[in-house]
């Protein structure tokens, strides 16, 4: 597995999402960026603007086992691990595994359950080990959650708690389409007004496990100097001196944006990384990290545009 190898697993994961989704390739990239480095993502935008739909056709391109939870307020946690029932046939406990027990794995809607349900993918997003009844159960390296979730000002949603956000490498923000993309939506998909379903456009998948264990092999060696190390790490701590930041990012994070900067290098054909890979992923590792003073909060500044100061502030290596 080269660098090459890797450009076409890329474009050929692009070119099945664009079958189904028009628009959308910077979220693309970020599921392609999270997928090579074991992370997972958090798609964030109104309703209607194809947050399932692209995660679905994201984990239809893998040859991995899907799997999709569709979160409600009356969800426990039980749903998602699953529970051990008495067989009277055998006279024992016998493991009945929820729908996390997958590689692909969608949470649609998950700021729909309280935050009980939500603590449930906390061990599994972060150890890929299921505990029930103190018995572990492994998921796999390829476990990947990809969730979406509306705006917080929406009706019957809760807010995820920060060990939950702090488990996502990214959140992607989904606006909606411009005049020519909205048109084009309409051209592809206003023949009706369901959902459309992936049957209908013949998605192929393009990686396979193999390749995808291969590839994050490639992906672990991609040079990351000395400089652009010190960098990182100077931009996350810049983060809990900020004046508008009551909660700066964990070192967590900072460890996630350099393997995160080695994927991207990777899926864009460089077997380094630069100080704009860095600069492209700082917003959506570090937006749901970060709790914002109640001085900023009442003055309307928002965590991306603290980032961007960060960056300007902060100077990259040449």
Do not use: W
């Not at 392609?32 to 947050?51: F, N």
């Not at 929406?154 to 993309?181: C, H, N, V, W």
């Not at 496990?209 to 000395?226: C, F, K, N, W, Y």
Request: aromatic residues 6%; negative net charge; glycine residues 6%.
């Amino acid at each position: 597995m080269n660098l090459d190898m890797i450009g076409v697993m890329t474009e050929a994961v692009r070119a099945e999402v664009r079958k189904v989704v028009i628009g959308q390739d910077a979220v693309v990239d970020l599921l392609l960026t999270a997928l090579l480095c074991g992370g997972h993502l958090l798609v964030e935008g109104p309703p209607g603007t194809a947050k399932t739909l692209l995660t679905q056709a994201f984990a239809a391109s893998l040859s991995l086992q899907f799997g999709r939870i569709q979160f409600t307020p009356d969800m426990m946690p039980g749903d998602i691990l699953g529970t051990n029932l008495f067989n009277f046939q055998t006279n024992a406990f016998v493991l009945t595994k929820g729908p996390i027990f997958t590689q692909a794995l969608l949470a649609d809607e998950i700021n729909r359950a309280p935050p009980k349900t939500q603590a449930a993918l906390l061990q599994a997003m972060n150890e890929r080990i299921v505990t029930i009844d103190g018995t572990d159960y492994p998921l796999g390296d390829e476990f990947m959650v990809a969730a979406t979730q509306n705006p917080i000002e929406q009706q019957g949603t809760y807010p995820l708690p920060e060990a939950q956000l702090d488990r996502f490498m990214f959140k992607a923000l989904i606006d909606y389409p411009s005049r020519e993309e909205e048109r084009a939506i309409v051209e592809r998909h206003g023949h009706r007004s369901a959902m459309p379903r992936l049957a209908d456009f013949s998605l192929n998948a393009v990686v396979t496990p193999t390749a995808l264990g291969l590839v994050r092999q490639v992906v672990e060696q991609i040079r990351l100097s000395d400089v652009l190390i010190d960098y990182v790490v100077d931009v996350v701590r810049a983060t809990r001196a900020h004046r508008s930041i009551e909660v700066g990012a964990s070192p967590r994070a900072a460890n996630m944006l350099a393997a995160s900067a080695r994927a991207y290098a990777a899926i864009h054909g460089r077997d380094f990384v630069i100080p704009d890979d860095i600069k492209t992923l700082a917003a959506p590792l570090l937006r749901h990290r970060l709790a914002l003073s109640p001085g900023a909060e009442i003055e309307g500044v928002s965590a991306d545009r603290v980032i961007r100061d960060i960056l300007d502030q902060t100077a990259a290596p040449r």
